[in-house]
Nanobody
Framework: EVQLQASGGGSVQAGESLTLSCTVS????????VAWFRQGPGKEREGVSC????????YYIDSVKGRFTISRDNTKNSVWLQMDALKPEDTAVYYC????????????????WGQGTQVTVSS
């Protein structure tokens, strides 16, 4: 059974940092691209960042470039999203997703999803 477990959310002040983790099981992790999505209150789910299976390619939505860093360790079946200089507009439920093939910032590309982890940034 494919499972993705997201964790690391919390409540912070603007300017602080959080690191989200996504641990996967049930499939050959090395073959899968992984993405982070978020859905803020009253907003549609948006792709925040994604990474290729071999960590050779990355994508970041413009609003997080320079502040968020995605990384993965295939030996640990894990992907991380380091979020620095957080802003109130980063407040959302964050989800990790995985699927075969190249990464995509579009939610309908991904078959496998983890549960969300809440990130709240106050000003």
């Amino acid at each position: 059974e494919v499972q993705l477990q997201a964790s690391g959310g919390g409540s912070v002040q603007a300017g602080e940092s959080l690191t989200l983790s996504c641990t996967v099981s049930g499939f050959i992790f090395d073959d899968f691209a992984v993405a982070w999505f978020r859905q803020g209150p009253g907003k549609e789910r948006e792709g925040v960042s994604c990474i290729t299976s071999t960590e050779r390619g990355y994508y970041y939505i413009d609003s997080v470039k320079g502040r968020f860093t995605i990384s993965r360790d295939n030996t640990k079946n894990s992907v991380w999203l380091q979020m620095d200089a957080l802003k109130p507009e980063d407040t959302a439920v964050y989800y990790c997703a995985a699927d075969l093939g190249p990464p995509s910032p579009y939610a309908n590309y991904y078959q496998h999803w983890g549960q969300g982890t809440q990130v709240t940034v106050s000003s």
